[in-house]
């Protein structure tokens, strides 16, 4: 069953057969003229002790964009390539916002609609790389997520969904990427896969 909310005959509360609140986690939709997108890729070989401060991943909200992007989810697999001794110690990945100019080099993403129905995204670039992106005349500006590399013998999946009191918010010109935050694992490769999942609206 569902009770209206009073004083907004469109919005309901549902709740299942024992009467407990039942909550549901929908598709965003309380900006005007929101839209879904996802996008993400694979990534080649990341060689062994790779520097602190390498930027592997990048997306970039459009310059001249007429809404806001926001980020729900973000889903990250590193996948062990090749083992070897780390000294038992796992590097870091940082997210951290940043503007002024657009990474280059690596391989280019899309943006893909969740909805084909609905605009396309006014995401300007995304792109990623086993080597390292180039990052001229970039500022970063505030770290926002963290994930360990780990010293592994298998893969590690790490999925952080965002509430809605914690969604990470790109104003036109604006991106976030993804570097190591200190010097990766000694003697091992490895490679990751990645997933990113927002909306764009006003």
Known sequence: MAVLVVGNTNSSI????ARNLYVRRGTANFFTGSANFVSGGPSGVVSASIASGTTLLALRHGTTASNDLYI??????V???NTGSSGAVSGQLVWERFT????????????ARADASEAVSQVMDIRDHS????????VKGERLLTFP?????????????LNEDEIIKLQPGNGIAMSTLVTGPGAV??????TLRWFEGV
């Open 14 to 17: 549902d709740i299942d057969p």
């Open 72 to 77: 729900t989810h973000v889903t990250l697999t």
């Open 79 to 81: 996948n062990v390539s």
């Open 100 to 111: 002024s100019a657009t990474p280059t080099g690596g391989t280019k993403r899309t943006a």
């Open 131 to 138: 080597g390292s992106l180039t990052m001229t005349g970039v």
């Open 149 to 161: 590399i780990p010293f592994m013998l298998r893969s590690q999946v790490f999925d952080i969904v």
């Open 189 to 194: 490769t490895w490679t990751y896969t990645y």
